[in-house]
């Protein structure tokens, strides 16, 4: 739901219990929020593309992301499992990527939570501690930036 929307609904939870719709300002409010609602349903949102790589080592970055992106990975993960620094690492997968190594994680994060919530019926919790989370809130966070809904919302809408 957009901004505009829950602020509406959050002013109509707000007033006392509704007696009638008939005139004023909750009247108009309901009004409104169908209005959003209806466009939010329509609204088309743009997919989600992890971005492939023309460099070998960023190929070999992403299949590392891909097997490990359950677990926490740093920095030095990285630098362990590549023959160059951090640093360096960050440097050509930006330039050939256009995100950083760890946005892309996210992303890759984000794409596998949305498919282990249309595809099974895990807890949210468990989902997010799937896709390498350890803090529920960063995934609500981050899951809402990326689909502009919770992950039940998403869940909801994409079942």
Same mark, same amino acid.
């Given at each position: ?23 004023? @300002? ?22 989600? @593309?992890?971005?492939? &790589?023309? @460099? ?5 970055? =992403? ?48 794409? /596998? ?8 019926? /895990?807890?949210?919790? &468990?989902?997010?501690?799937? =896709? $390498?989370?350890?803090?529920?809130? &960063? ?8 689909? $502009?809904?919770?992950? $039940? ?7």
């Amino acid at each position: 739901m957009s901004e505009l929307g829950v602020s509406l609904l959050d002013y109509l939870n707000n007033e006392e219990p509704l007696q009638s719709l008939e005139f004023g @300002v909750p009247r108009d409010c309901v009004m409104l929020l169908v209005k959003v609602l209806s466009r939010d349903i329509l609204r088309e949102v743009s997919p989600i @593309v992890l971005p492939e &790589s023309k @460099v070998e080592i960023n190929g070999a970055l =992403c299949r590392f992301m891909e097997e490990n992106y359950r677990k926490k990975i740093t920095s030095a993960d990285f630098a362990r499992a590549f023959p160059l620094s951090f640093r360096q690492l960050s440097r050509t997968f930006k330039s050939d990527m256009g995100l950083t190594i760890f946005e892309y994680l996210k992303v890759l994060r984000m794409v /596998m939570a949305s498919i282990c919530l249309n595809t099974t019926d /895990m807890k949210i919790t &468990s989902v997010a501690y799937e =896709c $390498g989370y350890d803090s529920i809130s &960063s995934f609500f966070t981050d899951f809402r930036k990326t689909f $502009g809904l919770s992950p $039940g919302d998403f869940r909801g809408c994409h079942r």
